[in-house]
């Protein structure tokens, strides 16, 4: 090998890293604001005598047209698209019945489906598709999302290895190989890798990843609650109402069985007798959320009920012969915290209701508005007597001007009733997203087009990916203000300011001189101990500049050190290709970036979790390459 010496520019360009890693490491300002500090660094380094080679013009923002970012935004409003049409709701909901509201049994399940499905298709476009779903499910079991995105993003990089087609420097590994086949005599030939060659690896990979997370989570995931989380103000709004009206319940779902006595009596009824809300039914797969109060029970049925544990068990499950369920299960979307909650809304003067009671109005029926109380005055109503002293349901009660109706409500039905002029609708801190199921079968058909191209077609990932995301918005399914809203213009301003920092690495030899260096302390090593060097010098080449560009340079070296010491040069290649997955301590990583902001975590987070995953990495992929190559 060359020796490559340190120049002038090489040692600008290493000082800068250095002051990059500082920025990332002490979050001094926020790590999007220092992405984009130092490519203006570079570019006002590069008008300097000496160091013109450093980014010219054109490379200097070309990272904000480069494939990778396109294809991160691109991917974001496939999601997003995806999530319009409820479908991601769906999913989230086929995971949590099958994982329960359990953090150890939902990340397998996620991580573990992420990784299949990224083992096809690149590992950025599984982790935005799957974001929506652990945002739905977190809201739903109150996981804190920081405790499922890391992961999922983890699993999403660790899948790009099961096959060959999964990540870019695996796919980019064969022509490679070709490449350098030319260069070499007959007998020194590599053979390709197939398809599958590498599945085994990546299975241990995946599995290490997911058993990492089950068993260390606990210690290493941080616990706090992210940007990109809905559910928060929903429950601030029941907190708040709890103080300020008294109303104290919580959600049960309770089974009636077939022969109960409870059969042929009216929610009414029930509902005035036990001091209970009778917020949904449930009966023979017909389900009503806001029932009418003059629906009669029927079984065997499912009830979702409101009210006091103690009070309901004591007073109507035991009596009844009922059973109330561990958690909601028929019910458990309808009354997640991002589809319903508590809200307030209050009675306008010269509203055509006034004078009328929520039973006539028939509000339950017409506007989905379960009344639990009506404030009026000093005065909080949540049951009523009447002159005979019998008590007698809220929904009886004439409204008046100025009254405040504390209700249970879906939040899409909340967004309607918002225009309505009989009803000003006090609660604004509710999630007003209009789903819009009816263009699922558009959204399903622009996905499977998407991941056609990217599998059958050498077209360019983002404008295979574009092509969804366009379609997406043409189809309706997404506005095009929603398409933009949908983007994390802080992810996409990280990755694009950090490439031109990546290629002046590269292109200045920066990355040559450090490899010479590393690579020179390592001349006459065992075998297994250059291999294990190339798989650390990858994975630390992977943290500073794209893994594309790592693998260009890397492979070429390690077949010339393969050939040099009697190691097999295709495993070396392959040992480079593998390693530069191997991306987890910094948040340079496009998966990485991508989960950061929506989780809320901070650089210090990837170092304490990523650290450790960065080691587990790098003995079971070496191990994995020593028993199946």
């Known amino acids: 090998m060359d020796a490559t010496v340190l120049t002038f520019e090489m040692m600008v360009v290493l000082a800068l890293l250095v002051f990059t890693i500082f920025l990332f490491v002490s979050e001094i300002i926020r790590i999007d604001l220092a992405a984009i500090l130092v490519m203006v660094i570079l570019g006002g380094l590069s008008t ?54 359990s953090e150890a049994r939902v990340i397998p399940i996620v991580s573990g489906t992420v990784g299949v499905i990224s083992s096809f298709m690149q590992n950025v476009g599984a982790a935005a598709l799957f974001l929506p779903v652990i945002s739905r499910i977190s ?44 260069a070499l005599p007959a007998h020194q030939q590599m053979e390709t890798f197939g398809l599958f060659d590498v599945t085994p690896i990546g299975v241990m990979l995946v599995l290490s990843g997911v ?59 029930i509902m005035v007798a036990h001091h209970i809300y009778i917020l949904g039914t449930s009966y023979k797969g017909h389900k009503v959320i806001a029932p009418m109060a003059d629906t009669v029970i029927e079984a065997p049925a499912r009830l979702a009920i409101l009210g006091l544990r103690r009070v309901l068990q004591d007073e109507f499950v035991e009596p009844y012969g009922l059973e109330i369920l561990p958690a909601l299960d028929v019910f458990s979307d309808d009354f997640a915290a991002t589809e319903s909650g508590v809200a307030e809304v209050v009675i306008p003067p010269g509203s055509s209701v006034i004078g009328r009671s929520p039973m006539d109005l028939r509000l339950r029926q017409t506007h989905g508005l379960s009344i639990l109380a009506i404030h009026r005055g ?6 009523v007597e009447t002159e005979d002293h019998v008590a007698t349901h809220i929904g009886v009660v004439p409204l008046q001007a100025g009254d405040t109706l504390v209700v249970h409500v879906q939040w899409e039905r909340l967004t309607r009733v918002k ?42 990932l983002s404008l295979c990916l574009l092509v969804g995301a366009v379609g997406m918005i043409l189809s309706r399914v997404l506005s095009i203000d929603e398409a933009y809203a949908a983007v994390s213009w802080s992810t996409v301003f990280l990755l694009a300011s950090l490439i031109p920092l990546g290629q002046a690495v ?27 060097g190339l798989a650390i010098l990858a994975t630390v080449f992977t943290l500073v500049m794209s893994n594309v ?16 010491s009697g190691g097999d040069p295709a495993i070396f290649a392959l040992t480079v290709a593998i390693s530069t997955s191997n991306s987890f301590l910094i948040p340079t990583h496009q998966v990485n970036a991508l989960i950061m902001g929506p989780a809320g975590y901070r650089v210090v987070d990837f170092v304490r979790s990523g650290g450790i995953m960065t080691v587990l990495f790098l003995v079971v992929s070496l191990t994995g390459l020593a028993l199946f190559f």
């Open 549 to 564: 560009g790592a693998t260009v340079l890397l492979v070429p070296l390690a077949i010339s050190i393969a050939l040099a």
């Open 48 to 101: 300097q005598p000496g160091l013109e080679h450093l980014a010219n013009g054109t490379e200097l923002f070309a990272g904000f047209s480069s494939n990778a970012v396109i294809s991160i935004i691109a991917v974001m409003i496939i999601g997003a698209g995806l999530d319009k049409t409820g479908l991601m709701s769906r999913v989230a909901a086929l995971i949590l019945k099958r994982g329960g509201a």
């Open 378 to 383: 000093e005065d909080t109503m949540s049951h």
């Open 139 to 182: 809201a739903r079991t109150e996981i804190p999302m920081s405790r499922l995105a890391m992961p999922m993003g983890f699993c999403a990089i660790l899948g790009g290895t099961i096959t060959m087609v999964g990540s870019s420097p695996l796919i980019l590994l064969n022509d490679l190989l070709i490449s350098a086949n030319h």
């Open 419 to 460: 225009s309505d002029q009989d009803f000003v609708v006090v609660t604004s801190d509710f999630p007003q997203e209009e789903l819009r199921p009816h263009k699922v079968n558009w959204a399903l058909t622009f996905f499977i087009v998407t991941l056609g191209l990217i599998l059958l077609t050498d077209l360019l």
């Open 211 to 269: 058993l990492y997370f089950v068993l260390l989570g606990r210690w290493i995931l941080p616990d706090q609650r992210g940007r990109g989380e809905d559910g928060g103000a929903a429950r601030t709004m029941q907190s708040y109402i709890e103080t300020t009206y008294g109303l104290r319940a919580d959600l049960f779902e309770v089974r009636v069985p077939e022969g109960s006595i409870l059969i042929g009596q009216t929610l009414s009824d």
């Open 506 to 532: 590269q292109n200045s030899g920066t990355a040559a001189w450090i490899a010479a260096q590393i690579l020179t302390l390592l001349e006459g090593w065992p075998i297994w101990s250059l291999q294990a």
